[in-house]
């Protein structure tokens, strides 16, 4: 997937439980994002960075955390897990002067 | 905000010829993408257009109206391994040109 990877492939937690979501990838491109896909809405934008130490809302920011530390990682935090987090979650990497935009394979997360 | 329309299911036989239309409400445009995503895989993309007209690549091609907010995307010859989920997205004038979906069409091709 061009570069972008994302561990875990498959979670499962518990409701109240927290837990991190690993996006990096080894392009250098600025933009990095985090989108999470449920059955019949299509992808969704939770949070966008344009660079390293900057990041935005997006769609549907609640329950989530982000930060980029550097170039190469865009970590997605899940504070307090609730059922309705349960999705497959995306990150996406683009070039400032590029339209295309690449993704990762995806984190499958459950949430009981 | 954005508003982007895309038919939830179609179905098309082998060989034949499917158009998967998209309309759009978007409150600033920098261009119209399709994403093809295989069930269980992330999207990979198809076409990009920022300028009214078709853009053709190979067996699909892609088709925009800005002032009518209404693209789609033609696939001829269609092949069993065309049985995907085609996503409309838009590109907003907001901070970051990040993208915006529709929910997606999940095509099925017969033999």
């Known amino acids: 997937n061009a570069g972008v990877t994302q561990t875990p492939k498959f979670q499962v937690l518990k409701t109240g439980q927290s837990m991190t979501l690993q996006c990096a990838q080894d392009?250098?491109?600025?933009?990095m994002s985090w989108y999470r896909q449920d059955p019949g809405m299509g992808l969704r934008l939770i949070h966008y960075s344009v660079g390293a130490g900057i990041t935005d809302q997006g769609e549907v920011p609640n329950g989530y955390n982000v930060s980029r530390s550097t170039t190469e990682d865009f970590p997605l935090r899940l504070l307090s897990a609730a059922p309705s987090q349960t999705s497959v979650y995306f990150c996406?990497?683009?070039?400032?002067?590029?339209?295309?935009?690449?993704f990762g394979p995806g984190t499958r997360l459950t949430v009981t | 905000g954005q508003n982007i329309d895309q038919p939830t299911e179609m179905t098309a036989t082998e060989g034949a010829i499917v158009q998967i239309n998209c309309t759009y409400q978007?409150?600033?445009?920098?261009?119209l993408f399709w994403y093809q995503q295989h069930a269980g895989e992330a999207p990979t993309f198809l076409s990009y257009n920022v300028l009214d007209g078709l853009e053709e690549k190979g067996r699909f091609s892609s088709f925009l109206s800005r002032s009518k907010g209404y693209s789609y995307l033609l696939l001829k010859e269609l092949q069993m391994k065309d049985s995907a989920s085609y996503l409309c997205a838009v590109r907003g004038n907001n901070a970051g040109n990040m993208l915006t979906f529709g929910g997606g069409t999940r095509l099925m091709v017969k033999p």
């Open positions: 392009m250098n491109h600025e933009y």
């Open positions: 978007t409150s600033g445009f920098n261009g």
């Open positions: 996406a990497i683009r070039d400032r002067e590029f339209y295309e935009q690449y």
